[in-house]
């Protein structure tokens, strides 16, 4: 299969977790549209868990930097291989931001940032690391737990995606719980918001690393020749 069908299906992935995703909390500025907390994390947790399961026979569903820098230090997948999942996930979601931003009416979807994560001001730089590298951690172990550990079942999309519901739900308010340098940078790019965008960066590309190497030293059954 060819790289560039691989670049679109990636691109098309993280296009629909970012859309949908920043969408469901820009309604949170509409009258009867506020699902609350519960509701962005089910939107984000269903976006993905579809977008995975839509790519995973193509491209293995990445739709994250952080999950494809992840597996390319595995050397799961060639460097040159990740750094074209990169940039297609970055011009998929910065077209989701894109997308989100000619059909809202600014003077809405504006008052919060077309979904652009935010650190709270009760963090460090520090702790808004950590928060993201912890989750961040959470959602590749069940990368590996469902699409390496057992050859990607078609449940694997979904054990994927419903990770950033609870995810969600517990660092939400703390850092918008993005996990994904592309959920991060989709929205900032229709804003204009980068306030502290590093730390959607650097916390999950760490925690995604970090759980990259407990799997494949620790709890990954090595194969015997």
Do not use: D
């Given at each position: 299969?060819?790289?560039?069908?691989?670049m679109?299906?990636?691109?098309?992935?993280?296009f629909?977790l970012?859309?949908?995703?920043?969408?469901?909390?820009?309604?949170?500025?509409?009258?009867?549209?506020?699902?609350?907390?519960?509701g962005?994390a089910?939107?984000?947790?269903?976006?993905?868990?579809?977008?995975?399961?839509?790519?995973?026979?193509?491209?293995?569903?990445?739709?994250n930097?952080?999950?494809?820098?992840g597996?390319?230090?595995?050397?799961?997948?060639?460097?040159?291989?990740?750094?074209?999942?990169?940039?297609?996930?970055?011009?998929?979601?910065?077209?989701?931001?894109?997308?989100?931003k000619?059909?809202?009416?600014?003077?809405?979807?504006?008052?919060?940032?077309?979904?652009t994560?935010?650190?709270?001001?009760?963090?460090?730089?520090?702790?808004a690391v950590?928060?993201?590298?912890?989750?961040?951690?959470?959602l590749?172990?069940?990368?590996?737990?469902?699409?390496?550990?057992?050859?990607?079942p078609?449940?694997?999309?979904?054990?994927?995606?419903?990770?950033?519901?609870f995810?969600?739900?517990?660092?939400?308010a703390?850092?918008?719980?993005?996990?994904?340098?592309?959920?991060?940078?989709?929205?900032?790019?229709?804003?204009?918001?980068?306030?502290?965008?590093?730390?959607?960066?650097?916390?999950?590309?760490v925690g995604a690393?970090?759980a990259?190497?407990?799997?494949e030293?620790?709890?990954l059954?090595?194969?015997?020749a």
């Amino acid at each position: 299969m060819s790289l560039l069908r691989k670049m679109v299906a990636e691109a098309l992935g993280t296009f629909m977790l970012v859309f949908f995703g920043c969408a469901s909390v820009v309604m949170t500025a509409f009258p009867g549209g506020n699902w609350g907390v519960l509701g962005i994390a089910l939107a984000h947790g269903i976006a993905l868990s579809v977008a995975v399961t839509a790519t995973m026979a193509i491209s293995g569903g990445h739709l994250n930097p952080a999950v494809s820098i992840g597996l390319a230090a595995a050397r799961r997948i060639p460097p040159v291989t990740a750094i074209a999942y990169v940039v297609a996930q970055l011009i998929g979601a910065a077209l989701g931001g894109f997308a989100l931003k000619t059909i809202v009416p600014a003077s809405i979807a504006g008052a919060v940032m077309y979904g652009t994560p935010t650190v709270s001001g009760t963090l460090s730089l520090g702790m808004a690391v950590g928060i993201e590298a912890l989750l961040t951690f959470v959602l590749m172990s069940a990368v590996y737990g469902t699409c390496i550990a057992h050859e990607r079942p078609p449940v694997a999309g979904f054990g994927i995606g419903l990770t950033l519901v609870f995810a969600i739900m517990m660092g939400g308010a703390f850092t918008g719980a993005a996990l994904n340098p592309a959920r991060a940078f989709g929205p900032a790019v229709a804003s204009g918001h980068w306030v502290a965008h590093i730390v959607y960066w650097v916390g999950p590309i760490v925690g995604a690393l970090a759980a990259t190497a407990l799997w494949e030293l620790v709890l990954l059954e090595k194969k015997t020749a």
